[in-house]
């Protein structure tokens, strides 16, 4: 099981940007894909982005599609999360967790697939 700590969520105001990270403690870290996802008060946790093993493939969710990018590096143990032109409706906490399936393709966006779940960091965004 890999350990995963959320890192970098804080207030920002509309319009601004945030760099949320997920530190990944454990064995061959760069062997796996991993997922961002968020849940905000009184709904359900929704996927956001996710990105395969080596980086070269990322997945979105529309409503942040163009304004959010997740990245990796690999030598860190480190997964990224960067948030531009944040509004009010991403306010929520944001959680990283591991793909636990071999191919991301098609799948990537199923939080069914995914374990080893961060504690979460808290992202507000004021209008």
């Known amino acids: 099981q890999v350990q995963l700590v959320e890192s970098g969520g804080g207030l920002v105001q509309a319009g601004g940007s945030l760099r949320v990270s997920c530190a990944a403690s454990?064995?061959?870290?760069?062997?796996?894909?991993m997922g961002w996802f968020r849940q905000a008060p009184g709904k359900e946790r929704e996927f956001v982005a996710a990105?395969?093993?080596?980086?070269?493939?990322?997945y979105y969710a529309d409503s942040v599609k163009g304004r959010f990018t997740i990245s990796r590096d690999n030598a860190k143990n480190t997964v990224y999360l960067q948030m531009s032109s944040l509004e009010p409706e991403d306010t929520a906490v944001y959680f990283c967790?591991?793909?636990?399936?071999?191919?991301?393709?098609?799948?990537?966006?199923?939080?069914?697939?995914?374990?080893?779940w961060g504690q979460g960091t808290q992202v507000t965004v004021s209008s």
């Open positions: 967790a591991v793909f636990n399936s071999a191919n991301m393709e098609f799948v990537a966006r199923d939080i069914k697939r995914y374990e080893c």
């Open positions: 990105i395969n093993w080596s980086g070269g493939r990322t």
């Open positions: 454990g064995r061959t870290f760069s062997s796996y894909g």
